[in-house]
Every structure is written in structure tokens, then in C-alpha cells.
């Protein structure tokens, strides 16, 4: 987990990457180098590329959420390691209802939904292994996602 931390670590450095303690204002100022450190989730980084339609209502428990991502990796090569991101790449997108299905989404997933709050949303996250998939402890791997969200209600 150290080894983790560390890469996390780099990763900011080398991207030049300022870090909040406090979320910014949805409609607020979002540099492209502007990254949230999530309260209470050692090791998770939200920032917000699109706002996403706020004239719908913000999402709820239980809603579907439909997301397409690009997995990749904090190595200075970035290279992606899974993508639904368009439909050359998975002709359908995964699904699963707010803050009830784990077992399509992992638990950064959902806290990742739960800031950007609107459908047509996208953001970019930094996921520690113990809030990804890896959760299990299978791998103690930290990797990047890109995020985008419809919402079906």
C-alpha cells in the first residue's frame, strides 16, 4: 500500500497536478490540472471535465447509471488497460443503480457518480486498488479513469 501511495504520488508530480482539500463549485472553475482529494478516501482524486446538463435533476439512490470509462495506468506512459469508451470499443455500455449494484461498478465508481451528479457528466478519477476493482486485495494497483454518465430515469 505504501508502494501505492507512492505511485499516486508520482503520478501528480509528473502530471503537474494541483490538489484541493475543499470540492469546487460544480459550475465553479475546473483547471485541467485541478484535482479534488476526496474526504475520508485516502488516495482518491476527482476532477470535473464536464458539468453535464444541471437544468435535470441531480441523480438519486437507486437510479441507473449508464457509464462508459477508459481504465489506464499511472506509468509515464499512460497506457489504457480496458475502454467502453466508444462503441468501437464495447457496443454497450455498463449499467448498474446508484449506490446499490457493486458488482458492475466499483465502490471510486460510485463516489465518482455521486460528484458529478448530472447526466451527460464526465470527469477523471485517480483510484486507489482498495476502492477499485481490486478491492479484494487481489492487487494493490492504483490506475486513472476517464468517466462519462448518462443517467436513466
Known sequence: LKEEKNVINDYLKRENIQVVDTLPNIQG???EKLYY???????LYYHLVKT?????????????????????TLTEDKDIVQSTWTTLDAPHPIEFKYLVDYTQACTAWHIAVGLMQYPDSECKIICP?????EADGSAVVPYG????IQINR
Open 37 to 43: 482529494q476526496v474526504s475520508g478516501r485516502d488516495n
Open 129 to 133: 486498488s482498495k476502492l477499485g476493482f
Open 29 to 31: 472553475s475546473w483547471s
Open 52 to 72: 453535464g446538463d444541471t437544468t435535470r435533476k441531480a441523480i438519486v439512490i437507486n437510479e441507473k447509471v449508464i457509464i462508459r470509462y477508459r481504465k489506464y
Open 145 to 148: 479513469y476517464d468517466i462519462k
